[in-house]
């Protein structure tokens, strides 16, 4: 069973910093795409960025390129979304998912595990 837990949402001013943190088990992490969504109210969710654990490989939405990095800690299985230069319409639930590698991890629409969310709140 894939799980997926997700930390470390909050509220921040506009140009502050955040990290989020996803734990998964040990077969997750070590063979699935693992990415990182968004969900506005009213809006789409949409990717952010994804990592392909076993090769490193990362992708990021444009909105967010520059400002947000990806990555993971093997010895912790737990994948980390860490948020600079944090704007007002960054504000949103934040996911973290996953899925087996059948297709590229940018390919946002893919992803069939799902954690939680956690809150992530800018403010001007």
């Known amino acids: 069973q894939v799980q997926l837990v997700e930390s470390g949402g909050g509220s921040v001013q506009a140009g502050g910093s955040l990290r989020l943190s996803c734990a998964a088990s040990?077969?997750?992490?070590?063979?699935?795409?693992m990415g990182w969504f968004r969900q506005a109210p009213g809006k789409e969710r949409e990717g952010v960025a994804s990592?392909?654990?076993?090769?490193?490989?990362?992708y990021y939405a444009d909105s967010v390129k520059g400002r947000f990095t990806i990555s993971r800690d093997n010895a912790r299985t737990t994948l980390y979304l860490q948020m600079n230069s944090l704007k007002p319409e960054d504000t949103a639930m934040y996911y973290c998912a996953a899925h087996p590698p059948s297709s590229s991890c940018d390919d946002w629409l893919a992803y069939k595990f799902w954690g939680q969310g956690t809150q992530v709140t800018v403010s001007s």
């Open positions: 990592i392909y654990n076993p090769s490193g490989a990362t």
């Open positions: 040990t077969y997750t992490y070590s063979t699935h795409c």
